[in-house]
């Protein structure tokens, strides 16, 4: 049984040839498996955490390849299914700058979409410690109804449950994703945000204040990443900021996937999230942020994603 089961979309990122262009002018791509809650997966997997993934892909070559790549990392994937209903959703990226992928869709509808809340495995799922997903999830049923099933299933076991609004505007209009986004808050214990997604939610500038707004609805820990500024947190009791490690930047997608995988290994290794203080939650943003750090230091999403070896030569660098 895992100690980390994520949920939600696994698709295939074709990314742009070079840097410096946007999509209309690129005309060779790369592509690899990703998708946020998959590439949280393979993260936590790869830093040593027992990870599941649970969805729904294409009876395709591309649906194959993600199972695949999930499984040579060691996450448990018995819970992906294939559906031939619809086809492995995919998305075309490209860096015009290094720190703002530019995304383009095709999900309509996508084998993620159709994941349903009978193809849930209602031992497995409370079984998990921990259970992650993002807001792509809540776009529509029924993988909404779902992911809102599972987060209930796991915090009804006693478990906890980490979210990640990991905002899209190619996907979903900015006041249907707020609503959606603050009405699943009550069901979470950890959100990993970044400052765009602070300031949609609350339309506030101060990332603190607006950080202390959401933890009203619930959550115990809020996370925010601030790119080469690093990282903060703030609880009911205390906030804090840790700073970026400096390297490099080739690609930033991924980052703050590696990052939220790694928080949640140091969260899952003190238990309950409500308990964490300041000290603890330092320790564990340093090492978010290594993993964010060395992430961005290659190109892709999961192929960037480090091993708990590489972390520690890092860190140890920096020491």
């Known amino acids: 049984m895992p100690d980390l089961l994520c949920t939600g979309e696994a698709l295939i990122d074709f990314l742009t040839d070079r840097p410096g262009v946007s999509l209309t002018e690129a005309r060779a791509f790369t592509w690899a498996a990703g998708g946020a809650p998959a590439n949280v997966a393979v993260a936590a997997a790869r830093l040593g955490v027992d990870t599941a993934f649970m969805g729904k892909v294409g009876k395709d070559p591309f649906g194959a390849h993600i199972r695949e790549t999930l499984a040579a990392s060691s996450v448990d994937v018995s819970h992906l299914l294939a559906t031939g209903k619809a086809r492995t959703s995919l998305a075309f990226v490209a860096l ?35 259970l992650h997903f993002g807001s792509i999830a809540l776009i529509a049923d029924p993988c909404r109804s779902t992911n809102l099933t599972a987060a209930e299933m796991v915090r009804a076991a006693g478990g906890f449950v980490s979210f990640d609004p990991n905002y899209r505007p190619a996907l979903w209009p900015a006041a249907t994703a707020r609503e959606r986004i603050l009405a ?136």
């Open 96 to 130: 015009p700058t290094p720190d703002d992928p530019q995304f383009t869709f095709f999900r309509h509808p996508s084998a993620d979409m159709l994941f349903r809340p009978d193809d849930l495995d209602a031992d497995f799922v409370r079984s998990a410690q921990f």
């Open 184 to 319: 699943t808050l009550p069901l979470c214990d950890v959100v990993k945000l970044n400052e765009a997604e602070v300031r949609l939610l609350t339309g506030k500038d101060d990332l603190v204040d607006g950080a202390e707004e959401l933890l009203q609805l619930g959550p115990k820990v809020c996370l925010v990443t601030v790119g080469a500024e690093g990282s903060f947190y703030v609880t009911p009791r205390s906030n804090g900021h840790v700073p970026a490690y400096s390297v490099r930047t080739v690609d930033a997608t991924g980052c703050g996937d590696g990052f939220t995988a790694a928080a949640l290994k140091g969260i899952m290794a003190l238990g309950d999230p409500a308990l964490l203080g300041p000290l603890d939650l330092e320790e564990i943003l340093r090492y978010a942020n290594a993993v964010g750090a060395l992430t961005a230091t290659k190109k892709g999403g999961i192929p960037a994603l480090p091993t708990a070896a590489q972390v520690d030569v890092f860190l140890e660098e920096f020491a």
